[in-house]
């Protein structure tokens, strides 16, 4: 498998790595991030992978630059929310009894 280009990272032959990913409103790091995920998941010819980002309803433009950033390859699943599931700390602590 050629790793050099936009070829498919889903190859069925190797064990397949999923990472997923859960963002809001991070346009600031969404290109670094995917660069870095691909510099480190390339160097490993025996696994595939992919990257599953879960758009936690961003009102930025993070699903604008995903989007460009998965445009010509196979490695990018973006699932869009369509309301924020995002966890209240606090909310979680005040349910949480010792």
Avoid: H
């Avoid at 290109?31 to 992978?49: A, G, Q, S």
């Avoid at 010509?72 to 005040?94: C, L, P, V």
């Amino acid at each position: 498998m050629n790793r050099n280009n936009n070829s498919d990272y889903l190859d069925k032959t190797n064990p397949l790595i999923s990472v997923v990913l859960s963002f809001r409103n991070e346009e600031d790091v969404i290109p670094e991030l995917i660069k870095r995920l691909r510099n480190i998941l390339r160097k490993d010819y025996e696994y595939c992978y992919e990257l599953i980002f879960v758009n936690d309803n961003s009102i930025d433009r993070s699903r604008e630059l995903l989007m460009k950033q998965a445009k010509g390859y196979n490695d990018i699943r973006i699932i869009n929310m369509s309301r924020t599931f995002a966890f209240n700390t606090k909310s979680i602590q005040e349910q949480c009894t010792l």
